[in-house]
């Protein structure tokens, strides 16, 4: 039996535990690391040549230096968060995946940004522009969202936690008080 946090894992379900946050954090980081540094390369094979330098230009406004930096702290913290699930630690993961994530994608957006960058004027007057922005706003504000209900969740757990401990130690100085 191995005691993690304040769980009482049996040596397959630790196993079990591990495997997966090794799984998840791989599939992060293929995600959030290796997809954005790695973009052009990617994707250019697919392309026509007349639309590389745009795709070189983009790649380059969306990776800022941060974002490869973060993709790895995101798997790491995604490890740490299928490990301790159940355990009253985990409210400390969700809020530092939250502010990780938040930080990942204002840097990804480059602060809104992204969204309404110095485009010439034909292109953010152009019908797709105008499509593809209200979709882009929508998506990071689900990002967003996302994001901030997963800290408060962490912030709920913490409190109902702390409750769950402190009602516990009363009980324990109430019980020791009344045996003596």
Do not use: C
């Not at 954005?36 to 392309?47: D, I, K």
């Not at 790491?76 to 809020?95: A, K, N």
């Not at 309404?116 to 969202?145: K, R």
Request: net charge positive.
């Amino acid at each position: 039996m191995v005691k993690l946090a304040d769980l009482n894992l049996s040596g397959p379900r630790f196993a079990l535990r591990i495997i997966g946050g090794i799984f998840f954090a791989a599939v992060v980081l293929f995600i959030f690391y290796y997809l954005p540094s790695h973009l052009t390369e990617l994707v250019s094979p697919y392309l026509s040549s007349q639309y590389i330098p745009y795709l070189n230009e983009i790649t380059s406004a969306i990776v800022s230096p941060g974002i490869p930096f973060l993709g790895i702290l995101l798997a790491v913290i995604t490890f740490f968060d299928v490990l301790l699930r159940g355990s009253w630690t985990y409210g400390i993961i969700l809020i530092v995946t939250g502010v990780l994530y938040l930080a990942y994608d204002y840097l990804l957006f480059l602060g809104g940004q992204l969204l309404i960058s110095d485009y010439p004027t034909n292109v953010t007057q152009s019908p797709i522009y105008q499509q593809v922005l209200p979709i882009l706003y929508a998506l990071v504000i689900i990002l967003i969202l996302s994001t901030l209900l997963s800290i408060g969740r962490g912030v709920y757990l913490i409190v109902k936690g702390n409750r769950k401990t402190s009602g516990n130690i009363q009980q324990q100085q109430e019980a020791s008080s009344g045996a003596r």
